[in-house]
């Protein structure tokens, strides 16, 4: 089954201890991309990948970090979370560029305490 | 910087009714794309509909359709025939077009929530 999956789910931590959120995608996407989903803001872009070892900011990449070793994998490391970091997190991948259909992960629930 | 707005927070309409959900946006660039993402309860993010600013013809998939106004720089969903599945959030978003940098870039509004009524 063509699909993104993200791990884990949900995740409860506290403030500095880092953590990495996965996403992989069986589907030989080259885009990948990392939102985070807060009321009222709707969705904003973390960073996206147009491939492997090519990656770019989007619009809130402060306090995050990617990497695009692979062209199935691209996780999302936060090196020292904070509690403005505490949000839902979604991954999404697409087949040859932004414009296509972007599909997206089930999403991971992140609370930094 | 783009920007996207949804002005509607939320929206309701009985079923079978039809629907308009509105977003406009601000962009300098004249090659864009613009799409309407749908996020039932299960939260799974679904694509509805994709336009490109460089085609005059208003996209069109199913009971989904489109009135892109370029120079407006408007970009409403029609819901038609309105279903209860169709309850959700909706999130206009736009996209700037291949050959200058930030392209790959999305950007949200911020949702409309919209109830379909028994």
């Not at chain 2, 799974?44 to 489109?66: G, H, P, W």
């Amino acid at each position: 089954e063509a699909q993104v999956t993200q791990n884990p789910r949900y995740l409860i931590t506290v403030t500095g201890k880092k953590l990495t959120v996965t996403c992989s995608q069986n589907m030989n996407h080259e885009y990948m991309s990392w939102y985070r989903q807060d009321p009222g803001l709707g969705l904003r872009q973390i960073y996206y990948s147009m491939n492997v070892e090519v990656t770019d900011k989007g619009d809130v990449p402060e306090g995050y970090k990617v990497s695009r070793k692979e062209k199935r994998n691209f996780p999302l490391i936060l090196e020292s979370p904070s509690p403005n970091q505490t949000s839902l997190y979604f991954c999404a991948s697409a087949r040859d560029r932004a414009a296509d259909t972007q599909y997206f992960g089930p999403g991971t629930r992140l609370t930094v305490l | 910087a783009q920007t996207v707005t949804q002005s509607q927070p939320e929206m309701s309409v009985q079923e079978a009714e039809t629907v308009t959900l509105s977003c406009t946006y601000d962009t300098s660039e004249n090659n864009y794309y613009l799409f309407w993402y749908k996020q039932p309860p299960s939260r799974q993010m679904i694509l509805v509909i994709r336009q490109e600013a460089y085609k005059q013809q208003n996209a069109t998939e199913n009971r989904f359709s489109v009135n892109f106004q370029k120079a407006a720089k408007s970009f409403s969903l029609k819901i038609s025939d309105s279903q209860l599945g169709d309850t959700a959030m909706y999130f206009c978003a736009f996209l700037k077009g291949a050959g200058g940098t930030s392209y790959g870039k999305l950007t949200f509004g911020q949702g409309t929530i919209l109830t379909v009524h028994p």
